[in-house]
Nanobody, 118 residues
């Protein structure tokens, strides 16, 4: 699976951004797609995931109610709508993919940088 993320940028606190991730290379019906982020000096952390087939979603507590993950199965796209952004959301955001029966994310996009100014 090849992944390519885009949509990052600079936004003021309280603003919104939508990240996109295009997937290619194989059928995704048995995959879980996710967004992770890594802030400067910190470890990569989970943000949200969505199952490709059923569209079930899960969010980290830190983004619940502000971020929405979705997918477009026809276009092989995964999105992360980020609203009410906070300076602590500043990070490089990565899309990842794992086989549904695996706990490990094996495929990663190149990352897209999000900066939220206060």
């Amino acid at each position: 699976v090849q992944l390519q993320a885009s949509g990052g940028g600079l936004v003021q606190a309280g603003g919104s951004l939508r990240l996109s991730c295009v997937a290619s290379g194989r059928t995704l019906s048995n995959y879980v797609m996710a967004w992770f982020r890594q802030a400067p000096g910190k470890e990569r952390e989970f943000v949200s995931h969505i199952t490709w087939s059923g569209g079930s979603t899960y969010y980290a507590d830190s983004v619940k109610g502000r971020f929405t993950i979705s997918r477009d199965t026809a276009e092989n796209m995964v999105y992360l709508q980020m609203n009410s952004l906070k300076p602590e959301d500043t990070a490089v955001y990565y899309c990842g993919a794992r086989y549904i029966k695996s706990s490990k994310y094996s495929y990663w996009g190149q990352g897209t940088e999000v900066t939220v100014s206060s």
